[in-house]
Structure formats: structure tokens, C-alpha cells
């Protein structure tokens, strides 16, 4: 439910017909602040805004009014403190709500020297997660989590079971990246996500791929870099020592690895990449600058890796992939919280429960993490589990405490963000070798 100046919307009652002029009109007037009426402590309901995304106007929740919403409401976030988004939240992440904007910060390049560099200096170029040392910047691991929570694929429910998929993922990552800016571009249009790959198709999606890269191809001393985001299918041998990345639903579009991009590659990232080869069932997602040499080769410049469970949820470690696993296979509610810029030291928030009175915020900590976490605010509505995965078993999961009185289908067109439930996937089309 919410409230529109002194009108009660009800969601599940009212059409697109209706309420996209509606958001319209509130979106020309960004001084009217719709509410939403999820939480009976906000009296007056939550205050939102208006953005217009896909060409579809959306209500999305106010910066910093998440925690404010009921545990229930798809609006609903914990405090940003509990993970690595909060110092971010100001500097390398700007909301505008009067103009639907958020405007983006990156620490890595989007150009690349193609003079030669000596040995040193190439060997000392930091990798992906590693580029910045402070916070107003995002590393391009940041803008991969960044991109997951925007398209809310860090929040659970058992209704999203068995309707994620490929299409799915690639639709709602690339709304998300709309109304987000760089310093010079939209995002949207330095992002590119392959096609779902169908062998009827192959010759029209390889031509939308190269007019798409096409603004990459050229002559000069710099070469031009985009985004590639995608599954990865595989990482080969090549010929002449170096190594191909391959992104399912591309195989016709092979990332050229040189030898020093694979090592940092490797460095960075060992272990998703060791997770990913010990968990048969999960996924490996990278997210890459590439150039295009005037030949038409992709090179890959630098890459950011995350492991996600069959539900495209995100995981660090084998413990934590038992425990999401559990909570999906008994029907729990949960967001899963992610890093961004912190090391895998910081003692942050693995996921919290919103199946609890109050939610309950899980850490999973070992022998290398920095300390224990951090105690939580009292004025904040939370309890705190912990399981030490370095010193004995894991303790009992706190039971749910919440009977919801639907599972409806969350509306994309009043959520704060495009939801991830969709049609189960079709089968799959083999890609071609």
C-alpha cells in the first residue's frame, strides 16, 4: 500500500493504465513524496520518490530510509553500516532523488595506454579488487555488487524459487544500470551483457554485438574500454602463451587474457576461482573492462569475479554456501549483504533474516577475520547470530517468526528496484563450440 498526497494506492488494485500517468505526474513534481504504508512504526509512511527506468516510472525508496520499511516490504534494506556499502554511500555513490540519478565514482580506468610500459610498472598495476585504497572510488568488484543489489538479486523469497535464469539476470542488471552516471557517460551505455544465445539467432546477435562495440574500435595511442558482464564458461589455454576468457551465451566472442591480466587474474581471485571448481552447481560471474583492437579482437583489460549459488545468490565460501543453501531449501526469507571495497578481513554481515522478530543480522567469521563483528545499535531493530567457522559446529539457525498473509508476486512497477521473479527458464539452445 501507499499513499500518494491524500490517495491510498493499493497495488494489487490498480492498473498500469492508471498509475504510470500517476508516477508521471509525481515524477514532474519531485517535491510530492509518495509513501509507502508497510510499516505500522512510520506512522506517516515511509517517504519515496519517483524514477523513471526502461521507460516505465518505478517507485523507488528514499537514500538511507531502508531499515525504516517492515522487514516484509520490498523496499526494505538493513543498515548499509552492516556491509561494505556504507562508505561508499556520499562519495562514490551519489543518489539525486530529485533527478531519479545516482551518479558513480569508478577507480579504474576506462581507457588504456597502448604505449609500452616497462616491466615494472605493468607488473605493478593492481588488479580489479585492489585499485583504490580509499572510499570514493568503487573497485570493479564494488560496481559488481553494486549492480547484484541494485537489481535486488540479493534478496530471497520462496516465491523466486526456480525463476531465475540467464534472461532474467541480464534484463534486470541492465535497468538497473540505467539513470546511473559516470563522470563523463551513462553506465548503460558502457555496460554490455550477452544476448541469450539461440543458434537461429547467432548471425543478428553477433551483429548487435559489433555495432555495440563498435565506438571501441579505432586508432590512437589510447585504446577505449567498455563493461562486459556474464557468466564465465570457461578460462583456455590459447595459442602463443596467452588465454581466452569465454562468457556463456558468447561463444563466438572470446576475451584475449595476456599473460599479466591471467596472473593478477589468478592472484586476486584464487579463491572464486577454487570455489568455483570445488561447488559443482554454482556459478562464476565477471564483470571486465575490455578494448577492441582495430582487427575486431576483444581484449579483456582488467576483471572482478563473484561465485553465486544456483540461485544467483552470492557466496565467499563454502560455509557460506551451506548455510544459503539451507535457508533456501527450508523456505526462509533473507538479503544477502556483499563487500564492495572491504577486504575479506572486515568482520561484515554475511545476510540477515527477514523472517524474524525483530530481522537477525548473521556473521560467519574464522580465524583471519579482524576481530569479533561489531555490536549492534540498540536503537536498531536487530539481533545478532554468529558462527565461528574456525572453532566448533555451526549454531541453530533462529527459527522464522513471521507468517506472512501472502506470497504475492512483488510489482516491478511499485518496487524500489525491478524484482527477480520471472517465467521459469526455457531449455537451453547448446552453444556452439
Known sequence: MYAIDDQIIDRARVGDDYLQPLLAAVHRSPQRRPRCLCSAAETGGVDMYVARIGGRYVLKRMPGTGPHHS?????????????????????????QPATGTTRLAF???????????PREASAARPDAGTEVADDTRMTLRALLHFLWEEAEFVRWLPAMSGRRNWPAIRRHILL?????????????????????????????????????????????????????????KDIAPARFGRHKLLIKHAPDCPFILEPETRD?????????????QAIPNSKLIALLTFGVTPAGVTIADRIALMN?????IPFESVFEHTLITELVGHGRRFRKSLRYNQPATSPLASLVLTDTDPPTVCYLTMATTAGPPPPIDPNLPLKQWIWNTSVGPRPGIPPSMI????????????GPHCNAEEAPEPAATKEAS
Open 264 to 276: 593478477r587474474m589468478h592472484h586476486a581471485y584464487s579463491t572464486e576461482l577454487a570455489l568455483r
Open 107 to 117: 577507480g579504474f580506468p576506462l581507457t588504456r595506454n597502448l604505449a609500452p610500459q
Open 403 to 414: 507468517r506472512y498473509a501472502s506470497t504475492t508476486r512483488p510489482d516491478r512497477t511499485t
Open 308 to 312: 553465486v549459488s544456483a540461485e544467483w
Open 71 to 95: 522487514p516484509a516490504c520490498s523496499s526494505y534494506i538493513p543498515p548499509a553500516e552492516l556491509t561494505g556499502l556504507a562508505p561508499l554511500l556520499g562519495t562514490a555513490i551519489r543518489e
Open 176 to 232: 538497473a544500470a540505467q539513470s546511473k552516471t559516470t563522470k563523463s557517460r551513462e553506465l548503460s551505455e558502457l555496460l554490455w551483457m550477452p544476448e541469450p544465445f539461440t543458434a537461429a539467432a547467432k548471425a543478428d546477435i553477433a551483429a548487435r554485438r559489433t555495432a555495440a562495440f563498435a565506438s571501441l574500435v579505432g586508432a590512437g595511442k589510447k585504446r577505449r574500454l567498455m563493461l562486459a558482464l556474464g557468466e564465465v
